[in-house]
């Protein structure tokens, strides 16, 4: 136990674990910061993106315009400064958060940009290859249908080989507010030249997560139903719907009715033990009825079920984060709670308060991990976060658009760009690592370095502190020990001896052993306190008063003693073994024997403030005629005294001093006078 022990006091040791407790209790370090940079004043609706067109490693810039009146669009593609072209769309843009996608359908490392434009009532693809000169701008005709009561939007979901022909096809969807249709998932085959569309639905799309089951693609569906296109089609948005659909974008399984309208559902492909199953979040907001999870296999069927407190999922959404085999719920407070295989929710932390909208996943740090945007609650600006909802930072600024336009520029010497146009501005902010979380185990080496350092330092002073203190009781040991032989004086003992055998020879038996009980006590004191270097005042007074007892019997009582002291006086407080003793005792020596008259002793104890005065005064002959008698001694005991005080000042922190007045009548000596003082050092 003992060994254990010695191992936990070594300082490395005790710096290592207040290190721990001080690494838990400082704010965790940040690991992104977020530095507003500059800001632009530009036309509404036009905005600059940046993207990797040619797979060379730099970005080319491409500038996005509208027309004053809506009914035109135009990019313009920058390349190191200088510009490639310029391509006109005739029609209006659909609404939506990005105007434009591009991707790489022939995977020839030259992307194509894609245009959505809706003229008359119908609605286009248009796409060209901005780095090919010998390609002019391709438009494949969607859909036709009148935009009745609110705007088409248009998503690009991604590029996929959904018919396994080496070339990708563009996914997207189209969603209208009021109208029947489209709301729809489209697939664009441009190597064909070929249109796949998912069955008609009233069911509002609102985001597509493909996956890869063996060889071939399925999707699943977010959708909401927002109860407003009762008759669109057999699958209403008064109900929701789970729905899967297979590479052609047909049905996997009919879909599922899950219940009544006013509800989000998500519906994420979750690997479970390396085989798939579809998990579906349905939220039913402030509804009586509960909101649950579920998992299903990929035929439709139910395996499991747990249902959900809407007070905690009321708006709340999944997210797939790092991979499909991790699955993430997240609410409107910013709680982060990890999907087990059991539908458990195990929290995880929290990013802060968010908007339960469409994320926006965006590759900021070119590192082929996207990270998550989201918007902060009432529009105060955005969180971006880390690909497993991990590391969150945050981008202050008020009422941002939903609609804005986010793109990055790769890192520059460790610092992302990253670009945000909304209104009639775009601002540019700096996304980078921060220096003190690049550092921090460094950091945290040199808190535990600094710490081991200053409790070494400390255990040096305590061990050099504790060497005085035990040179300095053994000092006192030392000279005390040398004035114990003046306590036992030989003289002394032999005349009380003396004085006792008298006594019961006159048959003053009672008187004799009243007198031979108190040497034995004054001897069993002085012998029984001879290890220690300290005596609380009330022990040394008592052993004082023995010794004046003693006296006072051997000297016929020729002297009185009065002891007093203050209400106020502390008699625990320790002081010095022998210090008032020694100063009686010269009193009684040199002062009291000598007298031809009646002698008194008296001692006084005063506290005044934080001091302690200890008055000794006697009516003795005084210094001078004791002097002259050769009362004096040798002086040895108070030298003794002297250096026994020097070494308590140093074990207590505490100083005595002492002045010795004569009282004199004249020039005649009628006593002496002892204030010892013992006050804070």
């Not at 315009?65 to 190191?80: P, T």
Request: hydrophobic content about 35%.
């Amino acid at each position: 136990m003992n060994r254990i022990l010695n191992i936990f006091c070594k300082p490395i040791v005790i710096s290592f674990v207040l290190t721990s407790v001080i690494i838990m209790f400082i704010p965790k370090i940040k690991k992104y910061e977020v530095e507003f940079s500059e800001s632009k004043i530009k036309r509404e609706g036009d905005y600059n993106h940046f993207e990797d067109i040619d797979n060379d490693g730099n970005c080319e810039k491409i500038r996005y315009y509208k027309s004053f009146d809506g009914e035109r669009q135009a990019i313009i593609i920058e390349q190191n400064d200088l510009i490639v072209g310029q391509w006109n769309f005739p029609g209006c843009g659909l609404s939506g958060v990005r105007r434009f996608f591009s991707g790489d359908f022939n995977r020839d490392n030259l992307k194509e940009i894609y245009v959505f434009t809706y003229i008359n009532d119908s609605v286009f693809l248009n796409y060209f290859s901005p780095l090919d000169t010998d390609q002019e701008i391709q438009r494949k005709f969607i859909i036709k249908g009148k935009n009745l009561n609110g705007k088409i939007e248009g998503r690009s979901v991604g590029f996929y080989d959904l018919n396994d022909d080496g070339f990708l096809e563009a996914t997207f969807t189209l969603n209208v507010g009021f109208p029947k249709h489209p709301r729809q998932l489209y697939a664009f085959d441009i190597a064909n030249n070929n249109i796949l569309r998912t069955p008609h639905s009233g069911y509002y799309l609102k985001n597509v997560n493909f996956f890869k089951n063996q060889d071939n693609y399925l999707a699943c569906i977010d959708g909401a139903s927002y109860c407003n296109c009762s008759d669109t089609a057999k699958y209403s948005d008064m109900y929701s719907w789970l729905m899967v659909f297979n590479h052609q974008l047909e049905f996997a399984f009919q879909p599922i009715n899950l219940g009544k309208g006013g509800a989000t559902l998500f519906a994420k492909p979750f690997n479970i033990d390396d085989k798939f199953r579809i998990l579906v979040a349905h939220l039913l907001g402030m509804s009586k009825d509960s909101s649950s999870l579920r998992l299903y296999d990929l035929d439709g069927n139910l395996i499991k079920k747990k249902y959900l407190d809407n007070n905690k999922v009321s708006r709340a959404k999944i997210i797939s984060a790092q991979s499909d085999k991790v699955q993430y719920l997240i609410n409107n407070s910013g709680a982060v709670f990890n999907i087990d295989k059991n539908l458990n929710l195990i929290y995880k932390g929290n990013i802060g308060c968010i908007e339960i909208t469409r994320e926006l996943k965006y590759d900021i740090e070119n590192d082929g991990q996207d990270e998550l945007i989201f918007h902060k609650q009432d529009n105060q600006g955005l969180i971006i976060t880390r690909n497993g909802l991990e590391h969150p930072v945050e981008i202050d600024f008020c009422n941002v658009a939903r609609n804005f336009h986010f793109t990055t520029y790769p890192p520059n010497i460790g610092a992302a760009q990253i670009i945000l146009t909304y209104n009639e501005k775009e601002y540019v902010y700096d996304y980078y690592i921060s220096i003190l979380y690049k550092y921090q185990y460094l950091i945290y080496i040199g808190i535990w370095l600094v710490l081991s350092l200053l409790i070494w330092q400390a255990f040096i002073l305590i061990k050099y502190f504790k060497l005085k203190r035990i040179e300095a009781e053994n000092l006192i040991l030392q000279l005390q020990m040398k004035s114990f032989k003046n306590q036992i004086d030989p003289h002394f003992t032999l005349n009380m001896l003396n004085s006792i055998g008298s006594l019961f020879e006159q048959n003053e038996s009672k008187k004799a052993s009243y007198l031979f009980e108190r040497y034995a006590k004054f001897l069993q004191t002085t012998i029984f306190s001879s290890d220690k270097i300290l005596l609380s005042i009330a022990e040394e007074l008592k052993y004082v008063q023995n010794y004046l007892d003693l006296e006072q019997s051997r000297l016929t009582n020729r002297f009185e003693y009065r002891i007093s002291k203050e209400d106020n006086v502390d008699i625990k407080v320790e002081i010095p073994k022998m210090l008032i003793y020694i100063f009686v005792e010269n009193a009684i020596k040199h002062g009291i024997r000598p007298l031809q008259r009646s002698g008194i002793v008296e001692i006084c104890l005063k506290q005044s403030s934080d001091c302690l005065t200890i008055c000794i005064m006697d009516n003795g002959i005084g210094r001078q005629q004791a002097e002259i008698l050769n009362t004096n001694g040798t002086g040895k005991g108070l030298q003794i005294l002297d250096q026994i005080i020097k070494a308590y000042e140093k074990l207590k922190r505490h100083k005595i001093n002492y002045n010795i007045i004569d009282l004199l009548d004249g020039d005649k000596g009628i006593g002496t006078r002892i204030d010892i003082i013992i006050s804070p050092n």
